[in-house]
């Protein structure tokens, strides 16, 4: 479902940008270092003081440069394998800096420990669940699958608590982290347990 968004996104909402860009000679990499740090800053900066909507906001506009840089490699023809790891590791920059920005969120405001402690466990586990494909993947085999991929964490936890804080409440923000903890210790346990019953099939035909 997410696929058919960033579709539509990248083919008509963001295309003149994408256009732009390519003519000013700016590179995708360039798009997606910029694009991270405006997603940290937004994430670091706000959240701890409380500012949850605006943080909001801020990280949605330069989430969009995680579909800019894309569309630009591939429309200049400049997609490379550097480009590809580059994009995917500053990913997990903002991915913490959510989760973390969050986390001192809860701790600023002093009335949640509990919730301090479940987006930091949110922080490692979607670390973690990106890890297992990754890793996974370089030996040859598939963790795909499982409750929380990375559109899916970002976008609830952005949606649920930009519109908890319209309303001038955590209560959502809260709820989506229980959630994805949830959901993300699944998909780390699916991915394990697939791995596990395709390597025993590769250790079984080594051993004949």
């Known amino acids: 479902m ?12 963001l295309a003149p940008i994408v256009n732009l860009l390519i003519r000013l000679g700016v590179s995708p990499d360039a798009v997606t270092l910029v ?20 943080g909001v ?3 949605t506009l330069f989430v969009f440069s995680d579909m800019i840089d894309g569309a630009m490699a591939r429309k200049s023809g400049r ?24 986390a001192l969120y809860f701790a600023n405001s002093g009335d949640s420990k509990v919730h301090l402690g479940v987006a930091l466990y949110c922080l490692v586990m979607g670390s973690v669940t990106s890890y ?3 890793k996974a993947e370089s030996l040859g085999m598939d ?6 991929e990375r559109a899916d964490r970002l976008v609830a936890v952005l949606v649920l608590t930009g ?16 959630v ?28 004949v």
Not at 163 to 178: H, R
């Open 79 to 102: 997609v490379s394998v550097f480009g590809n790891f580059f994009d995917s590791t500053l990913d997990r920059f903002g991915d913490a800096a959510i989760f973390g920005g969050l």
């Open 180 to 207: 994805l903890a949830f959901a993300s210790t699944y998909t780390v346990v699916f991915r394990i347990l697939k791995v596990r019953r395709q390597a025993l099939v590769i250790d079984a035909d080594n051993a």
């Open 35 to 54: 694009g991270t740090i405006g997603v940290c800053a937004g994430a670091l900066v706000f959240f701890p003081q409380g500012m949850l909507l605006t």
């Open 2 to 13: 997410l696929d058919r968004f960033k579709n539509f996104w990248q083919g008509v909402m």
């Open 143 to 148: 963790a795909k699958g499982g409750l929380a």
């Open 57 to 59: 906001l801020v990280i």
């Open 163 to 178: 519109v908890g804080a319209i309303f001038g409440t955590d209560l959502l923000c809260k709820v989506v982290l229980w």
């Open 132 to 134: 297992a494909r990754a």
